[in-house]
């Protein structure tokens, strides 16, 4: 049973959420408490799985708590609520809150919200994946050039020119973003012939991402054995990302929803490079399993190394801060269901994505789709319209 304890500095506010998540009293251990001294108190004496806290608090205020919670109790999910969704609180909220959620709390909200961030929690913190992750050699680092990207990005004065001479200032990694831009993939029908171009052509977040993934492919090929394996994989992540965005677009879920699918399509198998390249012999005996066991790629990985590529490469983007729909759509992308989303998100996109792009390599009629998971969300019907879009 989930223990959830919530902070709000209202006394009415308080008995309100107390009336409204009693539905829950059967599923979750509720402890509602009126300030931040309070809900320290109550950690000290024992654990509990998430803090849901108002970020207005009297005193010590919510995002000070949270601050407080991550430094003392790392694994404690912490998720903020407010009733004004200025950007400039949200943003400064998921500096220490894991989601901010807008206000009035329903007993849905909180539930859907608690359930996913928690199975994301366990995903990540697994001990068999810390075991994993603290035995390769070098984990890769978020790359610079994609954080001054995404800071040029936030800026609404800043020009097209600006993001370009940061990308020019790496020569080999601009010629790998022109080359991938002007690949089969974009379907541009003029060469693109610079960095400023290709901002223009397809907008910043898409080259930004670009620029991320060609980054960390380049990074971790160190050994030219490598080649072939690095450059299959940033193919695949790439047909992925434009089907995904494509999957998006179609069910019109919003601009950002865009941006996150692009991003986690091609790096949702970031953990099997991370993982090529650091454990070759490791991966041979996945393949050996699959192929003798007749195992999928998840189940030989969790036989061969206890955990999976998705967990690595969840771990890896959840270390560099990409938001929480990246990343659960990376840890999830082959059993969804294990998400507990129950409606359609960039995980949805991602998933059916990946199984189409292996249909057509393997020659299958849908690859590894759940199709129970999208007839469980509700999209069972739409399968047929993203897969002609392929
Ligand atoms: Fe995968
Ligand atoms: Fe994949």
Redesign the pocket.
């Given at each position: 049973m989930k223990r959830i304890l919530l902070v709000d500095g209202d006394p009415a506010a308080l008995r309100l959420l107390q009336q409204e998540l009693a539905v829950l009293r059967e599923a979750c251990d509720l402890s509602f408490v009126a300030g931040a001294a309070e809900a320290l108190a109550l950690l000290e004496q024992s654990t509990y799985d998430v803090v849901l806290t108002d970020i207005h608090l009297g005193g010590m205020g919510g995002l000070e708590l949270l601050a407080e919670v991550k430094r003392r109790y790392p694994q404690v999910v912490r998720l903020a609520y407010s009733g004004c969704a200025h950007q400039d609180l949200v943003v400064r909220g998921l500096a220490v809150a894991h989601q901010v959620l807008p206000k009035p709390l329903s007993a849905e909200l909180v539930w859907g919200t608690v359930s996913r961030a928690c199975a994301l929690r366990d995903q990540l913190g697994s001990a068999a994946l810390l075991t994993l992750v603290s035995g390769l050699h070098r984990l890769p680092s978020l790359p610079s050039v994609y954080e001054e990207l995404v800071t040029v990005a936030r800026d609404d004065s800043s020009t097209i020119d600006q993001a370009a001479r940061i990308i020019v200032k790496d020569a080999g990694l601009a010629a790998h973003l022109l080359h991938i831009v002007n690949s089969v993939f974009f379907n541009l029908r003029r060469t693109v012939v610079s960095p400023a171009h290709a901002v223009a052509l397809l907008g910043l977040e898409t080259v930004s991402a670009l620029v991320l993934s060609a980054s960390v492919h380049q990074t971790l090929q160190t050994a030219e054995s490598d080649r072939a394996t690095v450059a299959s994989l940033q193919r695949h992540g790439l047909a992925v990302a434009q089907s995904a965005r494509q999957f998006v677009s179609m069910e019109e879920v919003g601009r950002l929803a865009l941006d996150q699918a692009f991003t986690a399509g091609l790096l949702?198998?970031l953990g099997?490079l991370v993982l090529e390249t650091q454990m070759p012999a490791e991966c041979r005996a996945v393949r050996q399993l699959m192929e003798g066991e007749r195992l999928t790629?998840v189940e030989a990985e969790r036989v061969v190394l206890h955990a999976t590529?998705?967990q690595v490469g969840g771990y890896v983007l959840a270390l560099w801060g990409l938001g929480a729909a990246v990343v659960e759509a990376v840890v999830f992308?082959?059993e969804p269901r294990s998400a507990h989303r129950r409606e359609f998100s960039v995980l949805t996109a991602v998933h059916v994505a990946?199984g189409c792009a292996q249909a057509e390599r393997s020659g299958m009629e849908s690859g590894k789709v759940d199709h129970e998971y999208l007839a469980e969300i509700g999209f069972a019907d739409r399968f047929a319209q993203w897969k002609a879009a392929v």
């Open positions: 949702h198998d099997r790629d590529h998705a992308h082959h990946d």
